[in-house]
């Protein structure tokens, strides 16, 4: 059997208001997902290990069974990975933001959701002018950038930018956990406060602002870490001999580059809700013609939650289950060789709360002969009800792939 899990980043939400109380899930359209929880078995799964943050790297890995304890590194390393940067021992990784600040106010942690294109001539800029044999800043995807610290210390406390929009962004700058991290903190803000006076008047960020778009404006550095100590999965389950990744987010593409699995590029991938799932799914059904297991992640979801955008959530919500989730399936049913389909959300990005919580998320596990468990629906409340119960850890990965 061939396996493909389908990620609708950040899609679990809250019961809201104005949808008479229904989650996204429950009010949108989606007759794909409903029949395949229908005919497949659900549950819920703890993606967020008792002590961490609910962040799409932390969900993302235990998705994959990764036991977090044991390998967590945080974001940079997992994203120096996909960029291709080799992290030599005693070299430290952040995930670097471009970040738009409003006088003290951080007003949003993508400057607008500037193009990678933008992004490139701002962190190339960076990187000559502050730059060193220590200090090596490189281009990612979109807001997403790179930092690396030769001999830095990571016992730093550093706080996601989407975490805290609209708060004045100094008291919320890197502190030292211990005495021997105080130079690598003091380093980092340094770097934070001579980004903003770089970029406040760099030329693209005044062509931004003449046409109304946000300027990127100051770097955010944060989740520190080395280079984690991850098995790949063919290691773990050796029914996997091959296997793919299929996004746009450096994270998960770096996630996917530990965990052994081969990265596929797809053009129109953006990582919103204009991306191009057509792509996406072509490429996903030629990997699983050579590969055992495809990692599909489509993050348009969870931007919407960042954004609080009910209707622009639902709409992708419904796109992921039009435009992926049914293309799919109905490609793959008749297949000599069955293919199993999972579909989940890493972690829940309710739009009235803006950011990820640690909520246990729906899951359904559909193939050919699986034995229904009952559940009618795919959403947050009619998988409590699921044949796999709660999951924690591996066992839902254990599950799948069994
Ligand atoms: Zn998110």
Not at 66 to 82: D, F, I, M, W
Not at 87 to 103: P, S
Not at 284 to 297: G, N, P, Q, R, S
Not at 331 to 338: G, L, Q, S
Request: overall charge negative; aromatic content about 8%.
């Amino acid at each position: 059997m061939k396996h493909i899990i389908i990620l609708g980043d950040g899609m679990a939400d809250w019961p809201v208001k104005s949808l008479g109380n229904k989650t996204l899930l429950q009010y949108a359209k989606t007759p794909y997902m409903n029949m395949l929880a229908k005919m497949g078995r659900t549950g819920m799964l703890k993606t967020v290990a008792d002590g961490f943050h609910p962040g799409s790297e932390v969900a993302n890995m235990s998705v994959m069974g990764y036991n977090l304890p044991k390998v967590y590194e945080g974001r940079g390393p997992l994203e120096a990975a996909s960029i291709g940067v080799d992290l030599k021992e005693g070299e430290m990784a952040m995930r670097c933001n471009l970040v738009c600040i409003d006088g003290d106010i951080l007003k949003n942690h993508s400057s607008g959701h500037i193009s990678t294109e933008d992004a490139d001539i701002l962190i190339k800029y960076l990187q000559e002018n502050l730059g060193d044999e220590r200090v090596r800043f490189y281009t990612g995807v979109a807001y997403r950038h790179l930092l690396v610290i030769k001999g830095g210390n990571k016992n730093i406390d550093c706080t996601p930018p989407h975490d805290v929009p609209l708060k004045p962004f100094r008291p919320l700058m890197v502190k030292a956990q211990t005495q021997e991290a105080e130079e690598t903190a003091r380093l980092i803000n340094d770097l934070i406060l001579k980004s903003q006076e770089l970029l406040r008047n760099h030329p693209l960020n005044l062509k931004r602002m003449a046409e109304g778009k946000d300027p990127a404006n100051s770097i955010w550095p944060w989740s520190p870490g080395y280079r984690p100590k991850m098995e790949p999965l063919s290691v773990t389950f050796p029914s996997i001999k091959k296997g793919a990744v299929i996004s746009a987010v450096d994270l998960i593409n770096g996630i996917g580059y530990y965990a052994g699995l081969r990265r596929i590029q797809v053009e129109g991938a953006t990582g919103l809700y204009d991306t191009n799932y057509e792509n996406k799914v072509a490429a996903a059904l030629e990997a699983l013609k050579t590969d055992d297991f495809v990692y599909l992640h489509i993050e348009a979801s969870d931007e919407a939650g960042h954004e609080g955008d009910v209707d622009l959530k639902l709409l992708t919500i419904e796109n992921l289950d039009s435009r992926a989730v049914g293309p799919i399936y109905e490609a793959v049913k008749d297949w000599t060789e069955p293919v199993a389909i999972a579909v989940l959300p890493d972690h829940p990005t309710p739009c009235e709360l803006r950011t990820h919580t640690n909520e246990p998320i729906p899951f359904l596990i559909w193939y050919p002969g699986i034995e229904p468990d009952g559940v009618q629906t795919y959403d947050e409340f009619a998988c409590q009800e699921g044949g796999y119960g709660v999951m924690k850890e591996d066992e839902f990965i254990k599950e799948f792939l069994k």
